[in-house]
């Protein structure tokens, strides 16, 4: 693709990314923009190396890199622009190449060759027959095209970063200058001439001041103002004048303490000021100063002593700048700064507690642990959490940072003015000492004496510790900060609480699966907020749980035995009733019938369920429940028993025993389910899992599997579908039954 002597057969910008695009290796883009950006020729790339780059501009940056020549004894200069001086870097530290190896150690007709493939295959990517001749030569020459045309780059510049020998390489990219260009190039020539070398300078001499008052003048926030020998105004700049706002007469032989704040001039700021500038021969001071209607804004003063010929001081020079906008700029940084280091500080409360509840046992190693979490940095001053009881208004404390004795002085008053139960429900009472779910209560402008020594003044906050419709008590977090309990606060608390609250749930849950031993519960519940309880007690019938499956945190599945009542007269009350989404008939039969509820909200079985007991029976009979159930023998019976209370508060412990955990093994299981079906079942179950009816996708379908049987394939179906519900059955029904 040869272009001497025509300008127009230079490659073009489009042409040369075309090349680019077509590099698949960092290798040979880089060799295409070292030729086409840099200007190197293939046998000055095999001597270069990271060493040859030489920073020579740090603000921004900029390279150059020095070119060894071909005998090695010197070097020529050439500019590298820092997108590829980054390129080339990047190269060599994916080569593990050290600062002192070659680049590329191949041989100058390699890298020929190399720019010549990636050529075709530009020529062939892009369709255009003329890249398949390009060179490295015609890479050197769109370097110089761009340089001198696209970028008007001194040529005598070109010509040295280029490594060519004269001008005479260079002529054909360089346009011939129209008469306009001539003309406006000599302009210079008709001008008058300046002093020549040697010369004594011409014209009047301008002095250091007439600079400073131009410059003064040009801008109303720089400000001279000349003082007496006492501190008194003896005239000053038109900048002074706008920037403080006072005409001159109005301002000269008054006081420098006129611009200075009542506050600044009662503590003897002024006289300070210019005694330290006569003591040190000058002084620099930033504060507040006083426009004449009063306002305020940030001044940098520099202070010098003025003397005469003889030394004696003759008074002062204040050079005054406002930086009002530079000082709120920095006071919005610093604020930032410091909002950042609060919600890093919250944030990072809320880490360690994570962690902290990984490493908890038992219920109360979470409480301790949440306590000391929170407690422990700068977000927060001291927590406790609330375990309240019927039994104790006070609950059970777990605190941290401040002595249990101690939270009573600090609880708001409407807090303490609360339901004894009200921790641990969400009862609608005028204190709300509890939020609601997902919100969090806070109590500004809280004093307390927690010692003789130690008074608090702050703000609380309090979350509900939950899972599910379950409370298992409240957490308190008190600071001193002065914007604490923002929104992003009130967020992370709420999530803490429920993540506190399903920590319990979950070691509660653990604690029953680990425990060999098992508390047996038998309670009772006349409390007519659980819809069971109330319609057994109106319609004189009988409900008998079957199964509860959980849809998810507080709805749930009931499936239950219906007696003495028909199911569109406990229909119609569930229609009204609070908590039931919906409800169905599933099946009937000479004893009764088996209906579904779906029920949203809180029942004395999943209460229980949620502080670790697992319900067996449960039977709701003449407005009253009879619930049997087990948790772990350890397990704290009387928080269980507060926090069914706390809900359904008609409800007491009828009875409890310890037992021995029944451990069914897998032999007994399959014992259990031969003994239910059939051989033509077990045949048809036995045929369609080895034969991968079940696989998926499938490896057979059911009329292969029939077919190799002998049956046919609604025989099948009828098998397997037997044969299925009595495997269902065997695993989710009670295998004492």
């Not at 503590?267 to 000021?273: F, K, L, M, W, Y």
Request: hydrophobic share 35%.
């Amino acid at each position: 693709m040869g272009f001497e002597g025509t300008v127009g057969a230079v490659l073009t910008r489009r042409e040369y990314e075309s090349l680019l695009d077509a590099a698949e290796t960092y290798r040979e883009a880089l060799v295409i923009r070292l030729c086409g950006d840099v200007g190197l020729r293939p046998t000055e790339l095999t001597r270069l190396s990271i060493d040859d780059i030489e920073q020579v501009r740090i603000d921004p940056p900029r390279y150059l890199i020095r070119v060894p020549t071909a005998d090695d004894r010197g070097t020529r200069t050439a500019y590298l622009p820092t997108r590829v001086e980054r390129e080339l870097r990047r190269y060599a530290r994916s080569n593990d190449l050290s600062s002192d190896d070659r680049v590329f150690t191949v041989t100058p007709r390699r890298l020929q060759m190399l720019v010549s493939d990636v050529a075709d295959r530009a020529s062939e990517l892009f369709d255009e027959s003329a890249l398949a001749d390009v060179s490295t030569s015609d890479l050197r020459r769109y370097f110089a095209h761009t340089a001198l045309v696209d970028h008007n780059v001194n040529p005598r510049v070109v010509k040295t970063a280029g490594g060519w020998r004269s001008f005479e390489a260079l002529e054909s990219y360089l346009p011939e200058p129209t008469d306009t260009e001539i003309v406006d190039a000599f302009d210079a020539v008709e001008g008058p001439s300046g002093p020549r070398s040697g010369d004594p300078q011409s014209g009047p001499a301008v002095s250091d001041d007439s600079v400073v008052r131009l410059l003064l003048a040009a801008s109303d926030r720089y400000a001279l103002v000349r003082l007496d020998a006492d501190g008194y105004v003896e005239r000053w700049n038109r900048s002074a004048a706008a920037l403080f706002g006072y005409r001159a007469g109005e301002i000269v032989g008054t006081h420098v303490s006129a611009f200075y704040t009542d506050d600044a001039v009662e503590s003897g700021a002024p006289e300070r000021t210019l005694s330290t500038a006569l003591d040190e021969s000058g002084c620099e001071t930033e504060g507040w100063r006083v426009h004449e209607d009063g306002s305020r804004f940030r001044a940098t003063e520099v202070v010098s002593p003025l003397r005469d010929d003889q030394g004696r001081h003759r008074g002062f020079a204040v050079f005054v700048r406002d930086g009002t906008a530079a000082h709120e700029t920095l006071e919005a940084a610093r604020q930032r700064r410091d909002e950042l280091d609060r919600l890093y500080a919250v944030a990072r409360r809320h880490r360690d507690l994570t962690a902290a509840l990984l490493e908890s046992t038992d219920h109360e190693g979470v409480e301790m642990r949440t306590c000391d979490a929170l407690a422990d940095g700068r977000a927060y001053e001291f927590a406790w959490i609330d375990r309240a009881t019927i039994a104790d208004r006070r609950g059970r404390l777990a605190s941290s940072g401040i002595d249990p004795d101690a939270i009573e002085r600090v609880v708001p008053d409407d807090w303490q003015a609360a339901d004894p139960t009200a921790p641990l429900e969400r009862s609608a009472s005028a204190a709300e000492a509890v939020p609601e779910e997902g919100t969090v209560l806070v109590a500004d402008d809280v004093t307390a004496t927690l010692e003789a020594d130690n008074q608090f003044e702050g703000a609380v906050a309090r979350v509900a510790l939950e899972y599910g419709d379950t409370v298992y008590g409240t957490l308190s977090v008190a600071t001193e900060r002065t914007d604490a309990f923002a929104d992003d606060e009130r967020t992370w608390l709420a999530t803490i609480g429920r993540q506190v609250g399903y920590a319990i749930g979950a070691i509660r849950r653990r604690n029953l699966l680990l425990s060999d031993r098992l508390l047996e519960l038998e309670v009772a519940c006349r409390d007519e907020r659980s819809f069971f309880v109330d319609t057994s007690r109106r319609l004189d019938c009988r409900f008998e749980l079957d199964s509860l499956v959980p849809i998810d945190e507080s709805t749930h599945l009931y499936y239950v035995r219906l007696e003495g009542a028909s199911p569109a007269d406990v229909f119609d009350l569930a229609d009204t009733a609070a908590g039931i989404e919906d409800c169905r008939l599933i099946e009937t039969d000479e004893d009764g019938w088996r209906v579904e509820f779906v029920v949203e909200g809180s029942c004395p079985i999943v209460t229980l369920t949620e502080y670790g007991v697992t319900v067996h029976e449960a039977l709701f009979e003449g407005g009253s429940a009879a619930i049997t159930g087990d948790c772990a023998a350890d397990a704290d019976l009387r928080t269980i028993l507060d926090g069914l209370r706390s809900a359904f508060p008609d409800s007491e412990l009828v009875g409890k025993r310890e037992t021995e955990r029944t451990v069914q093994t897998a032999r007994e299981f399959r014992e259990g389910l031969e003994d239910r079906l059939t051989d033509r079942q077990e045949a048809a179950l036995r045929a369609a899992y080895f034969g991968g009816y079940y696989d998926w996708p499938r490896e057979s379908t059911a009329e292969e599997v029939a077919d190799a049987m002998g049956v046919s394939s609604p025989t099948l179906h009828n098998h397997l579908r037997k044969g299925q519900h009595e495997l269902l059955r065997t695993f989710l029904d009670d295998p004492e039954e």
